[in-house]
């Protein structure tokens, strides 16, 4: 798929990457645009599925979401893995899902209160269907996290 950006695209999804909530007098004024067509813009990247959403975003901490974990997941074989994936969407604990190459199928990234409920949480997904194990790893401490990608121009091609 291919997404050509101008510089006044680039320039858009650089500062809401950054600022989700900047308003659109402020993005029009950066990019030296109207505001109907800074609005006009956003509607076409969103219709192209470049924007795929606007969020805030949350201290885990603060919501007492002491323990941050990756839990790598061997699921044994692909008749499992739908339904693997269905059962780990459907957990609020469970934040990110991705199938991966080498040790496992799978890693979660995980959020959850305490050792506790990680506890629990790791039984849970050992007794679904087609798990074979499961290697847990607890984050001790974070320097970035970020949803944000680069926008070169290789990325915009």
Do not use: C
């Amino acid at each position: 798929m291919s997404h050509h950006l101008d510089e006044i695209d680039i320039k858009m999804l650089t500062k809401l990457q950054k600022d989700g909530r900047v308003q659109r007098n402020k993005l029009a004024e950066m990019v030296d645009l109207s505001v109907p067509s800074v609005s006009e813009r956003m509607k076409k990247l969103e219709e192209r599925q470049l924007i795929e959403g606007y969020y805030a975003v949350l201290n885990a901490k603060a919501f007492h979401l002491d323990i941050t974990a990756f839990i790598f997941v061997e699921v044994d074989n692909s008749q499992n893995y739908k339904k693997f994936v269905d059962n780990a969407m459907a957990l609020s604990e469970i934040q990110e899902v991705h199938s991966i190459t080498g040790d496992g199928s799978h890693v979660l990234k995980i959020r959850t209160k305490n050792t506790v409920s990680l506890e629990r949480l790791l039984s849970q997904i050992q007794s679904w269907d087609g798990v074979k194990k499961t290697r847990s790893n607890i984050v001790l401490s974070s320097f970035k996290e970020t949803r944000e990608i680069p926008l070169t121009d290789g990325a915009t091609h």
